[in-house]
């Protein structure tokens, strides 16, 4: 079970704003929601969009724009970060440890899973298959012994 099952996309994005919503106004989180404060708190070129309660739920974007969804970057931190903390698949936490020890970030060491992870969903989708998580495990090893 993921953390966002059955949601649909706007219920998604109003959790989201929720959770920013409530940790910038200093009130009680939930776990989950400071998590997902956590993310966007390390995403500022995000803040105004969650935080204009008038904006649209973020356009969508197609693959080879410029400009990436925010909420599916943001998203995708999140799906990491729940991999890493129960390490699936098997061996993802000690290859992401792997990484931390050579990325500038905690942040920047996320974002390669992240993008391998985006690939893996990418290839995934294309074949009409299932993601599949040795594909992305090898993808963060290769990164994380990368020179």
């Not at 109003?14 to 939930?30: F, I, N, S, V, Y």
């Not at 390390?42 to 969009?49: G, I, N, R």
């Not at 410029?66 to 699936?88: C, Q, Y």
Request: aromatic share 6%; glycine share 6%; charged share 30%.
């Amino acid at each position: 079970m993921t953390l966002f099952a059955g949601h649909d996309r706007e219920a998604l994005r109003a959790t989201w704003r929720e959770a920013w919503r409530r940790h910038r106004d200093g009130l009680p989180l939930a776990p989950l929601q400071a998590q997902l404060a956590d993310i966007v708190a390390m995403h500022p070129e995000y803040q105004t969009l969650l935080e204009d309660e008038t904006a649209p739920e973020g356009r969508d974007r197609s693959p080879g724009q410029a400009e990436s969804n925010p909420f599916l970057h943001m998203g995708l931190h999140a799906a990491v970060r729940e991999a890493v903390a129960t390490d699936r698949p098997p061996g993802l936490r000690p290859a992401f440890e792997a990484l931390l020890r050579r990325a500038a970030t905690p942040h920047d060491a996320e974002h390669v899973l992240a993008e391998c992870l985006g690939e893996t969903l990418w290839e995934a989708q294309r074949a009409a298959q299932p993601p599949d998580g040795e594909a992305w495990l090898e993808r963060v090893r290769r990164r994380s012994t990368a020179r």
